[in-house]
């Protein structure tokens, strides 16, 4: 089975603060994405990745940054937290032939006070 | 207009009951469609995944595409209380991500 694992499930941290959100997949997938999910407003696409050192713009990038030193491990940076980034931050990964499905950490959920 | 649509619910049914669930697209060219299932306090985990159109079934679940009308459904048959979930249906809109749907909310009444 694929494992996608994040790394805190729960996180506070002031306005303000850099925060550091990690994700890690064991099955060697290339595509890597970083989503956050609002009521009301689905899964909306921070960036994403495919390949190593490698990152593209989602539909709402401003405010964030991401890092792919390897393969298996995607990072989420906020550089300066905002309360208007409280939200759940969803991590997922998938192959890159054709259309395929993308598989899912279980999430952080982030607070910004 | 959105890639996707999908009406939020929430939607509340008995045990036992016939649950639809559906989205509309707005490309009729878009032809990888999936549905997944988030429970509380958890990731998304892929349900149902269908290529072109026409039916799909597996245990319980059927999904369904239909292309003319650019309409896709997910129906549960003898809907359990463990089926209580929000479901999200995502398709493949031809960059390396899918689109999301705003997902819909599942009350299943014991």
């Known amino acids: 089975d694929v494992k996608v694992t994040q790394s805190s499930r729960y996180l506070v941290k002031r306005t303000g603060e850099k925060v550091f959100l990690e994700c890690v997949q064991d099955?060697?997938?290339?595509?890597m994405f970083w989503y956050r999910q609002d009521p009301g407003l689905g899964l909306r696409l921070i960036y994403f990745s495919y390949d190593v050192k490698m990152k593209e713009k989602g539909d709402i990038p401003e405010g964030y940054s991401v890092s792919r030193e390897k393969k298996e491990r995607f990072s989420l940076i906020l550089e300066s937290a905002s309360t208007n980034q409280t939200s759940m931050y969803l991590c997922a990964s998938s192959f890159v032939e054709g259309a395929q499905p993308q598989h899912f950490g279980d999430g952080t959920r982030l607070s910004i006070l | 207009q959105k890639e996707v649509e999908q009406d939020p619910g929430p939607l509340s049914v008995p045990e036992g009951a016939i649950v639809s669930l559906n989205c509309t697209y707005s490309n009729s060219a878009f032809q990888y469609f999936m549905w997944y299932r988030q429970y509380s306090r958890k990731g998304p985990e892929l349900l149902m995944y269908t290529y072109s159109s026409g039916n799909k079934e597996d245990g319980r679940f059927t999904a369904q595409v239909d292309k003319s009308s650019k309409y896709i459904s997910l129906f549960i048959r003898d809907s359990q209380p463990s089926d209580s979930a929000t479901y999200l249906c995502?398709?493949?809109?031809?960059?390396?991500?899918?689109?999301f749907g705003s997902g819909t909310r599942l009350q299943v009444q014991p």
């Open positions: 099955m060697d997938h290339e595509n």
């Open positions: 995502a398709i493949d809109t031809g960059r390396r991500a899918l689109t």
